[in-house]
């Protein structure tokens, strides 16, 4: 099952899509719902992100390959930082590139959407019933400022840092979910989750422990080797099977550089 959220003449609706339907959402995708009997066709919709989160919680270096690419250690615990939900754009919104970066980085990423509260989980208990499903994530950095900083707030918080979308999806294997980011139609990435050094059940327990995870949360689990930077006018697709692709042009503040 995928679920949009979408513009619909100035209705603001959540539905399941069904061919080249959206079926809107009857009650609450994070409770019970059931879909209505009026679809729309997706070609008439503005898609927004799937999601508001009241935070994104971003997992670093958890690809052994892009922890080698970046010249750092293997994390021995989950490296946890968190992007303000300011941040969150959707398909085919501009990513915004600050004036004061003079490095802004693509990170295709696998998000992980919360369904319902999750607090202080044991090693054992089961995740399942905690995770809506996923969507694709674009963790954009701020390179040079990461670097400068020393830690990653400034660098992963500026607003359109947070791409997401185009829809979450259900039934998906956490082990097994393909990744793959295209930098103007040039395959970049390429990695799995069954290559993630912490996996999405461990994270899910480990975050849980620090914070309360609500409904809606989007855990970004990590990005694999190949990132790298993009320029005014560029365009950065990520792609995972299952769930589609999320398309997002990158601009200065002001520009028009759009593609």
């Known amino acids: 099952m995928k679920i949009y959220r979408f513009r619909y003449r100035k209705r603001i609706l959540q539905g399941v899509l069904k061919e080249e339907?959206?079926?809107?959402?009857?009650g609450s995708v994070f409770g019970d719902f059931r879909l209505g009997t009026s679809p729309v066709p997706i070609a008439d919709v503005r898609v927004l992100p799937p999601v508001l989160p009241t935070k994104i919680v971003g997992i670093g270096r958890n690809y052994r390959d892009h922890a080698a690419e970046l010249g750092n250690p293997l994390p021995a615990e989950p490296l946890v930082f968190l992007k303000p939900p300011t941040a969150v754009i959707g398909p085919f919104d501009a990513v915004v590139m600050p004036a004061v970066s003079e490095r802004v980085d693509y990170e295709g990423e696998v998000g992980v959407v919360i369904r319902k509260k999750a607090r202080a989980l044991g090693d054992e208990d089961p995740v399942d019933g905690f995770i809506l499903g996923y969507t694709c994530f674009?963790?954009?950095?701020?390179?040079?400022?990461?670097?400068?900083d020393g830690q990653f707030t400034r660098a992963k918080g500026f607003d359109t840092f947070a791409a997401v979308g185009p829809c979450v999806a259900t039934g998906l294997d956490p082990a097994a979910i393909r990744l793959k980011t295209f930098l103007n139609g040039k395959?970049?990435?390429?990695?799995?989750t069954a290559d993630l050094i912490f996996s999405i059940p461990h994270l899910v327990r480990f975050l849980s422990r620090i914070m309360t995870l609500n409904p809606g949360d989007i855990i970004a689990t990590g990005t694999p080797a190949g990132v790298g930077p993009v320029s005014p006018g560029d365009r950065v697709d990520v792609q995972i099977e299952g769930i589609g692709v999320l398309s997002n042009p990158f601009r200065r503040p002001g520009g028009k550089e759009d593609p």
Request: charged share 20%.
């Open 187 to 192: 395959l970049v990435q390429s990695g799995s």
């Open 21 to 26: 339907f959206l079926f809107p959402v009857v």
């Open 138 to 148: 674009n963790d954009v950095t701020a390179r040079d400022l990461q670097k400068k």
